[in-house]
């Protein structure tokens, strides 16, 4: 961010340029970084002394609780922070002056260069020591009633004018209203992706939301769940189950992601997952992704047994199927109550496959169309008869 030029005296048209900017070309903007740049720098040449600019959003994530824009103006780009959950229970967080604009939804003003002025925020004097001569804090209030918080610091002599602070609470005004909308695109995305996956929030989002709306692909389709759940309901705590869920999936599920795999969805004690086989992937690869993630989500479980064995906790045991073939990937359901997944005989196949598995007492089987595809060898288990299927079936597990 360039140094402010000398401003001339036209009133709050600087101000006014700025906002401008936002309700034409800078709403348009969708990555904050690149748009708190160029906001910044339009602020800068509207005459406004900025030093430091902060703007703290909270958001809906289930690892993040708070994202935060911080720009110095001789840093080169703006710095993205995020907030754990559990960071508005610090004092770090409680003793901060945004945190006070955001309880209080009021401005708040310390004119740092006053030697009277109170420094009633630890940040303060570290600003003040830095050369900081005024600052300010202005509630980025939503129209949901959310309040967030934008503050500015200059180390301008005498600080900020009367005629700056009213720019400032133009500006921040008018940026609610774009910020409050990019907040909530953010949060569609990361909630879809949270509770149905990347690739079919993607789709979501795209407009695919009718029922019967999807596609036929191929792809691996990933089935398991867990060995003596039924028992383990009966017998441990509620705090206990949930424990030993939240172990079993995470691992499972944080193999197939890091894998290229989509989990698409938990139901009681299983997991559903595809690796979608498209132009980028093809089904030798998509099934070598399959068994890389089969072999991590192994090693994982070895690791989290180890530890629960320690605690005197049941371990984690399951049962997975690896089965390649065409599904319907979409939307299903009632009118107003619609899920979006894979269905078919494919589907089918996978789940008689991960029954077998589960009868065999094999940690891991493959059907015949996913041996073939893979190569890397594998093993005949034998055939089986599979319900509702005429012929029998050949299962595989991976060699050696």
Same mark, same amino acid.
């Given at each position: 961010m360039a140094e402010p030029q000398p401003r001339a005296a036209s009133?709050?048209?600087?101000?006014?340029?700025?906002? &401008?900017?936002?309700?034409?070309? /800078?709403?348009?903007?969708?990555?904050?970084?690149?748009?708190? +740049?160029?906001?910044?720098?339009?602020m800068v040449d509207a005459g406004i002394p900025l030093w430091r600019i902060f703007c703290g959003i909270r958001t809906l994530h289930p690892l993040v609780a708070a994202t935060?824009?911080? #720009?110095?103006? +001789?840093?080169?780009? @703006?710095?993205? !922070?995020?907030?754990?959950? /559990?960071?508005?229970?610090t004092p770090v967080f409680l003793e901060s002056a945004p945190y006070h604009v955001m309880k209080t939804d009021q401005v708040l003003r310390r004119r740092l260069e006053d030697p009277d002025c109170p420094l009633d925020f630890p940040m303060l004097d570290e600003f003040r020591d830095k050369g900081g001569t005024d600052y300010i804090g202005l509630p980025l209030r939503f129209?949901?009633?959310?309040?967030?918080?934008?503050?500015?610091?200059?180390?301008?002599?005498?600080?900020?004018?009367d005629e700056d602070v009213a720019g400032l609470a133009r500006i921040t005004e008018v940026l609610a209203m774009i910020v409050e909308l990019q907040a909530s695109r953010r949060i569609a995305k990361a909630l879809l992706s949270t509770y149905v996956g990347p690739r079919t929030g993607h789709h979501v989002l795209a407009g695919?939301? @009718?029922?019967?709306? /999807?596609?036929?692909?191929?792809?691996?389709?990933?089935l398991c769940d867990l060995r003596g759940f %039924?028992?383990?309901? &009966?017998? #441990?705590?509620?705090e206990a189950l949930l424990a030993l869920l939240n172990d079993y999936f995470?691992?499972? $599920?944080?193999?197939? %992601?890091?894998?290229? /795999? *989509?989990? !698409?969805?938990?139901?009681?004690?299983?997991? #559903? $997952?595809?690796?979608?086989?498209? +132009?980028?992937?093809?089904?030798?690869?998509?099934?070598?992704?399959?068994?890389?993630?089969?072999g991590a989500a192994e090693a994982a479980v070895t *690791?989290?047994?180890a530890r629960r064995h320690a605690d005197g906790a049941p371990e984690v045991r399951y049962a997975l199927a690896l089965h390649l073939g065409d599904v319907m990937y979409g939307n299903i359901g009632a009118p107003d109550r619609l899920d979006f997944t894979v269905i078919g005989p494919a589907v089918n196949h996978a789940a008689r496959l991960e029954a077998l598995a589960a009868e065999q007492d094999?940690? #891991?089987?493959?059907?015949?169309?996913?041996?073939?595809?893979?190569?890397?060898?594998?093993?005949?288990l034998g055939d089986f008869e599979f319900k509702g299927v005429a012929a029998k079936q050949a299962v595989y597990v991976p060699a050696g």
């Open positions: 009133g709050d048209g600087g101000a006014e340029a700025v906002v &401008d900017w936002l309700l034409t070309e /800078g709403r348009r903007q969708t990555r904050m970084r690149d748009f708190g +740049d160029e906001l910044c720098q339009r935060a824009y911080v #720009l110095y103006r +001789d840093e080169p780009a @703006t710095e993205r !922070l995020v907030a754990a959950h /559990g960071v508005d229970r129209a949901s009633g959310e309040v967030n918080v934008m503050t500015f610091a200059t180390d301008r002599p005498g600080g900020f004018t695919e939301i @009718t029922r019967g709306s /999807g596609e036929e692909i191929r792809a691996v389709i990933w %039924t028992a383990f309901a &009966d017998e #441990l705590s509620r995470e691992t499972i $599920a944080g193999a197939i %992601t890091a894998a290229g /795999g *989509e989990v !698409l969805k938990f139901v009681g004690d299983a997991v #559903l $997952a595809i690796f979608p086989i498209d +132009d980028e992937r093809d089904a030798a690869a998509a099934a070598q992704a399959a068994l890389e993630a089969a *690791e989290v047994n094999r940690g #891991l089987v493959l059907s015949e169309s996913f041996a073939a595809a893979l190569k890397a060898p594998s093993a005949k």
